[in-house]
C-alpha cells in the first residue's frame, strides 16, 4: 500500500466518523503499549482495582492488542460527546452524567458497526473489531497515544476543546494507515480534582485509587459500602462526577446532539423522596434501557440508603 493510499483511507475513516457523530478520531498502530505496562502492573498490585478482578484478566492482551484481534494493525480511536443540556434537580441525590441517558455500549456499538461497514464498502477487504468501555482495552490510553488529548491527574482523557464528558470507543482493524501523535499534557500546576475528590481517591497525581472511587463504591462494588465512607459521597448515588466537574478545561464541554442520550424527564426531576420511595416498577420504567439498570434496583436502594 503506498504512502498515498494510507493518507486517503484515514482522511477517509475520519470524515465518516466525524458524518456519524463521533467529535474526535485518532489512529494509532497497534502494539504493546510500552510506557502503560509497568503503570498498569504498579496499578493492580496496590489492589487499586479492588474487586473489579476482571481488570487483572487478560494483562497481556490488554496491554497489546495484536494478541486480540488477528493481524490488528491499527486502533482507531474515537469520542462521542455526552455531556448533557439538562442538570438534575439541584436538591436530589446525584446521578454520573454519562448515564442519563440510554446505554451508551448499544448507542455507540451500532455507530461502530456503521462505520465498519463503510469502510468495507469503500476501501475494500477489511477486517476489525469494535470495543466500547470493554475491559480489555486500554481506551484512554489509545486515545492519548492518537493525539485525541491528554490522560490527566484525574486519570480521565482531557481535551482543550471539550473537556472530559465523552465515551472512548475503539475499532481494531487489520489494516495500515497514517498515525497520529500525542498531544502534550495541560494539567500545568492545577490540583483541583485531587483537592476536591471527596473520598481522597486520586491518591497521586495521575493515579486513582479505584477501590475508593465512588464509581467503584455506587456500580463495582457488590456488598454493602463500608461504614468508614458513611456521609463522605456528597450525594452521589450513581457514579461521580466530581473530579470532572470541577476540571478548569470542562469550562468548554458542549451538550451532546445524541438524541438516545437525552434523560427520562424523571431521572431530572426526582427529588430525594421521590428516590427513597422509588418501586421496582418505577425503576425498571425510568431506567429502561439505561446504564443505570447495572446496579439493579437492590443496587440503587443500598446505595441511596447509604447516603441517608
Ligand atoms: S470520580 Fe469522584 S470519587 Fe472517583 S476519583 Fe473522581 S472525584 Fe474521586
Ligand atoms: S482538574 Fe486540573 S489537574 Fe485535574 S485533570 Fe483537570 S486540569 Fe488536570
Known amino acids: 500500500m503506498s504512502i498515498n493510499s494510507k493518507e486517503i483511507y484515514s482522511k477517509f475513516i475520519k470524515e465518516e466518523a466525524k458524518r456519524l457523530g463521533f467529535i474526535s478520531c485518532g489512529i494509532s498502530k497497534a502494539g504493546f503499549l510500552?510506557?502503560?505496562?509497568?503503570?498498569?502492573?504498579?496499578?493492580?498490585?496496590?489492589?487499586?482495582?479492588?474487586?473489579?478482578a476482571y481488570m487483572e484478566n487478560h494483562f497481556d492482551k490488554r496491554l497489546d492488542p495484536t494478541l486480540l484481534v488477528d493481524d490488528a494493525k491499527s486502533v482507531v480511536s474515537l469520542l462521542l460527546n455526552y455531556y448533557p443540556s439538562e442538570s438534575q434537580n439541584s436538591e436530589s441525590f446525584k446521578i454520573s452524567k454519562y448515564a442519563y441517558g440510554q446505554d451508551y455500549h448499544f448507542v455507540i456499538k451500532e455507530k461502530l458497526k456503521e462505520l465498519l461497514h463503510s469502510i468495507q464498502e469503500n476501501i475494500g477487504d477489511v477486517s476489525g473489531r469494535a470495543f466500547v468501555d470493554s475491559a480489555p482495552v486500554l481506551d484512554k490510553a489509545w486515545a492519548a497515544k492518537s493525539g485525541l488529548g491528554w490522560i490527566g491527574?484525574?486519570?480521565?482523557?482531557?481535551?482543550?476543546?471539550?473537556?472530559?464528558?465523552?465515551?472512548?470507543?475503539?475499532?481494531?482493524?487489520?489494516?495500515?494507515?497514517?498515525?497520529?501523535?500525542?498531544?502534550?499534557?495541560?494539567?500545568?500546576?492545577?490540583?483541583?480534582?485531587?483537592?476536591?475528590?471527596?473520598?481522597?481517591?486520586?491518591?497521586?497525581?495521575?493515579?486513582?485509587?479505584?477501590?475508593?472511587?465512588?464509581?467503584?463504591?455506587?456500580?463495582?462494588?457488590?456488598?454493602?459500602?463500608?461504614?468508614?465512607?458513611?456521609?463522605?459521597?456528597?450525594?452521589?448515588?450513581?457514579?461521580?462526577?466530581?473530579?470532572?466537574?470541577?476540571?478548569?478545561?470542562?469550562?468548554?464541554?458542549?451538550?451532546?446532539?445524541?438524541?438516545?442520550?437525552?434523560?427520562?424527564?424523571?431521572?431530572?426531576?426526582?427529588?430525594?423522596?421521590?428516590?427513597?420511595?422509588?418501586?421496582?416498577?418505577?425503576?425498571?420504567?425510568?431506567?429502561?434501557?439505561?446504564?443505570?439498570k447495572r446496579t439493579k434496583f437492590e443496587g440503587l436502594k443500598r446505595n441511596i440508603k447509604f447516603l441517608k
Not at 503503570?39 to 489492589?47: C, F, G, H, V
Not at 462526577?241 to 431521572?267: A, G, I, M, Y
Request: hydrophobic share 30%.
Open 153 to 292: 491527574k484525574n486519570s480521565n482523557l482531557i481535551t482543550q476543546k471539550v473537556g472530559s464528558f465523552y465515551f472512548i470507543a475503539e475499532l481494531i482493524l487489520d489494516l495500515d494507515l497514517e498515525y497520529d501523535h500525542a498531544v502534550t499534557d495541560h494539567c500545568g500546576s492545577c490540583t483541583a480534582c485531587i483537592d476536591a475528590c471527596p473520598t481522597q481517591a486520586i491518591v497521586a497525581p495521575y493515579i486513582v485509587d479505584g477501590s475508593k472511587c465512588i464509581s467503584y463504591y455506587t456500580i463495582e462494588l457488590k456488598e454493602n459500602i463500608p461504614n468508614e465512607m458513611k456521609g463522605k459521597f456528597d450525594e452521589w448515588m450513581f457514579g461521580c462526577d466530581t473530579c470532572q466537574d470541577v476540571c478548569p478545561w470542562n469550562r468548554f464541554s458542549k451538550p451532546h446532539s445524541e438524541p438516545l442520550f437525552d434523560p427520562n424527564p424523571d431521572l431530572i426531576s426526582f427529588s430525594k423522596k421521590d428516590w427513597t420511595e422509588i418501586t421496582e416498577e418505577t425503576f425498571q420504567k425510568v431506567f429502561k434501557n439505561s446504564p443505570i
Open 34 to 52: 510500552e510506557q502503560e505496562a509497568p503503570r498498569l502492573e504498579k496499578w493492580l498490585n496496590n489492589n487499586y482495582n479492588g474487586q473489579m
